[in-house]
C-alpha cells in the first residue's frame, strides 16, 4: 500500500472536506418536514404555515428585525389570510445576495394530510387526501437552511428566505413581491416539485381568455328560425379551431405551442334555442409572438363563427374576449450565476444535473419578470396534486444539501 506524507494526508482531508461542504443536520430536516406537512393551509390559507416557520426561525435565534410580511394577500383574487414571508440576513461574507423560496400553499385536496412515513418515502396516511410535499417539502428545504447557517453561524453571503403565498392558483405570492422588498438578490433559487437534479432554467408564458357568446333565445319547436344558437357557435368556432391546426398542440412554421379549450357553459333547455355560451380557453408558447398569433386565432374563430349563424331576419350573435397574461415565458442562459451555482452544487454531492424547460407556470416566470433571475430545483415530490403523493425523503435529503451549499456559495 503507498504510504503518503503526513503533509499530503493533511491537504487531502482538506480537499475532502472542500468537497464535502457543509451537512446539513439531516435528522432535524425530516422532523421540520414532518411538522410542515402536518399544517393545512391551501391558497389564501398560509398563515398557520407562516407563523409555524416563524417560530422555527425564531427559536434558532433569527432576529425579530429579519422577518418581514408583504401585502401580497391584499392583491389576489383570493383574498388571503397572510402576505408573503421574507427573512433577510446580512452577509457575513462579501458577495451578491442570494435567494432562496418555495411556496407554502398546498392544493386542497392535501387538506387533513395525516403525513406518515414508510421507508424512505412519507405518504398521506388518510387516503382520502394528497401530501402536500408540493410545496411544503420545499419550505422545509429553505427553512432548514436558514435554521442550519442561524444555529450554526455558518458563513454565508447576503441571504434571503422568501416563502410565497398562493402559487398553486396563478403563482400570486411570486407575481406581487416586490424586488426592493426581497432585496434584489442576484442569484435565486426555487424549490418546487420533483428530483433534485432536475433543473428548470425556463418556462412556457400562459394566457387565459374568456370567451362570451351572446345568442338569440327562441322557441326550438315553435320557432327556432328566429333564434341564433350560442352553442352553434361554438361549435362552429371550436371545430374550425381544430380543423386548421390551432386547437391542442399548435406547430406551424417551426414554432410550437398549445391550446385548449377547457371549459363551456351553455343552455338551460332542449326546447330553447341556447342564448349564450361562457367557454374559457387557453394558449401557451414559450415564444410569445407565437403564442399571440394562438390567441388571435381563437379570436377569429369565434368572430367568422358568430358571422355564420344567422337568424330567418338576417340577426347575428355577439362574441366578446376577456384576455389576460398569466405569466410571461422565460428562459435562463447556461452563464446565469444561479444555473451555474445550482449545476455546481447538484454535482457535488454526486448527482448529474437534467436541465429542463417547463411547458406550466411556476414563480420562477414571475420572479424572472421582476428582474430576478431564478432557477427551479426540485426536492423529492412526486405524484403531486394527487391522492397518491409521496416524498421521496432521500431526494429531499439530497435537496437540504444541495441548498445549504448554495446559501453557504460552497
Ligand atoms: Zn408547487
Known amino acids: 500500500m503507498p504510504k503518503s506524507k503526513p503533509a499530503d494526508s493533511v491537504r487531502d482531508a482538506a480537499q475532502a472536506a472542500v468537497a464535502a461542504g457543509p451537512q446539513p443536520d439531516l435528522a432535524r430536516a425530516r422532523r421540520v418536514v414532518l411538522d410542515l406537512l402536518g399544517i393545512p393551509g391551501k391558497s389564501g390559507e398560509e398563515r398557520d404555515i407562516a407563523e409555524r416557520i416563524c417560530s422555527w426561525l425564531k427559536e434558532a435565534g433569527c432576529p425579530r428585525s429579519a422577518f418581514s410580511f408583504d401585502d401580497a394577500h391584499t392583491k389576489t383574487p383570493l383574498k388571503g389570510n397572510v402576505g408573503n414571508l421574507i427573512v433577510q440576513l446580512p452577509g457575513t461574507l462579501p458577495g451578491p445576495r442570494r435567494l432562496l423560496m418555495a411556496h407554502m400553499d398546498t392544493v386542497p385536496v392535501c387538506v387533513g394530510t ?59 405570492g411570486a407575481r406581487f413581491a416586490k424586488a426592493a422588498a426581497l432585496g434584489r438578490p442576484k442569484l435565486a433559487f426555487n424549490f418546487d416539485g420533483g428530483a433534485v ?24 319547436g315553435v320557432a327556432p328560425e328566429k333564434g341564433v344558437s350560442a352553442i352553434a357557435i361554438a361549435s362552429l368556432a371550436i371545430a374550425s379551431l381544430v380543423e386548421d391546426g390551432w386547437h391542442g398542440l399548435v406547430e406551424k ?6 391550446s385548449n379549450v377547457g371549459v363551456i357553459q351553455a343552455g338551460a ?4 334555442v341556447a342564448e349564450s355560451a361562457a367557454l374559457r380557453a387557453e394558449a401557451r408558447g414559450h415564444d410569445a409572438a407565437f403564442r399571440e398569433r394562438i390567441v388571435k386565432a381563437i379570436e377569429k374563430a369565434f368572430a367568422a363563427a358568430a358571422k355564420k349563424v344567422k337568424s330567418v331576419d338576417g ?19 447556461d452563464d446565469e450565476p444561479c444555473v ?16 429542463e424547460i417547463s411547458n406550466g407556470g411556476l414563480d420562477a416566470n414571475w420572479m424572472a419578470a421582476n428582474g430576478i433571475p431564478t432557477v427551479t430545483l426540485g426536492c423529492g ?12 425523503l432521500e431526494a429531499f435529503e439530497a435537496a437540504c444539501t444541495v441548498a445549504l451549499r448554495l446559501a453557504t456559495r460552497e
Open 114 to 172: 395525516k403525513p406518515v412515513v414508510s421507508g424512505r418515502f412519507v405518504k398521506s396516511g388518510n387516503p382520502a387526501t394528497g401530501l402536500g410535499a408540493d410545496d411544503r417539502a420545499g419550505c422545509a428545504v429553505v427553512l432548514s437552511t436558514a435554521l442550519e447557517i442561524l444555529e450554526k453561524k455558518l458563513p454565508h453571503p447576503p441571504l434571503t428566505f422568501f416563502f410565497a403565498i398562493q402559487e398553486e392558483v396563478g403563482l400570486y
Open 197 to 220: 437534479e432536475k433543473i428548470t432554467v425556463g418556462a412556457t408564458g400562459g394566457y387565459r381568455l374568456d370567451i362570451a357568446i351572446e345568442g338569440i333565445p327562441s322557441h326550438a
Open 253 to 258: 412554421g417551426g414554432k410550437r405551442g398549445t
Open 269 to 272: 333547455a332542449t326546447n330553447v
Open 315 to 333: 340577426k347575428t350573435g355577439k362574441v366578446t374576449f376577456t384576455g389576460r397574461l398569466d405569466y410571461e415565458a422565460f428562459r435562463l442562459a
Open 340 to 355: 451555474a451555482a445550482a449545476v455546481a452544487a447538484v454535482q457535488a454531492i454526486g448527482k448529474t444535473p437534467r436541465m
Open 381 to 392: 415530490q412526486m405524484e403531486i396534486h394527487t391522492t397518491k403523493e409521496q416524498l421521496d
